[in-house]
């Protein structure tokens, strides 16, 4: 998918870090959740001042094995209840370090995604992560939003 250019690589930046234990051969995602990711971990820095983390994002199949072996929560490798990683639409975002009010204030904007149909998120507790399976439709999505935050005589959409 990376010879294909279906994958795009996930960099750091001054509002992103990538978990040192992240293999650089996993360290890629769809060109729309390298978007999503740029999006909110700017809005999040904007907000606190500190980067987001990403854990984990795309994965083979026989690394979905493998973590199936060791964590319960592990999505099947294939079947119609794959892991989205295999795709390369989902990330993983650190929940651990984030105070109580940066919680809520991710929460909120992935709550608030997920009722756009932008994305599907879950608070793991047990990886302390959020798991967010970024939509193809983001892209047509924040590309509006650019277009509505330029349009003279329209408000700034949220």
């Known amino acids: 998918m990376v010879a294909q250019g279906e994958l795009v690589s996930i960099h750091q930046t001054p509002y992103l870090t990538i978990d040192s234990r992240l293999d650089a051969g996993n360290r890629y995602c769809r060109e729309w959740v390298l978007l999503f990711l740029s999006d ?3 809005d999040f820095y904007r907000q606190f001042h ?5 854990n984990s ?5 026989e690394e979905q094995k493998r973590l199936m072996r060791h964590n319960r929560n592990a ?4 079947g119609d209840t794959a892991s989205s ?3 390369g ?6 929940r651990k370090g984030l105070t109580r009010k940066e919680r809520k204030w991710m ?6 995604m997920e009722r756009r149909g932008l994305v599907e998120a879950v608070e793991e507790r047990y990886q302390s992560c959020y798991h967010v399976m970024v939509s193809s439709k983001y892209s047509d999505w924040r590309d509006d939003q650019q277009l509505a935050n330029k349009t003279p005589g329209r408000a700034k959409a949220n």
Do not use: F, G
């Open 40 to 42: 909110i971990s700017r």
């Open 50 to 54: 500190k980067q987001l983390q990403v």
């Open 107 to 112: 929460t909120t904007q992935l709550l608030q």
């Open 57 to 61: 994002a795309v994965r083979t199949v």
């Open 89 to 94: 639409i989902t990330v993983d975002l650190a």
């Open 85 to 87: 990683h295999l795709a």
């Open 75 to 78: 999505a099947p490798a294939d």
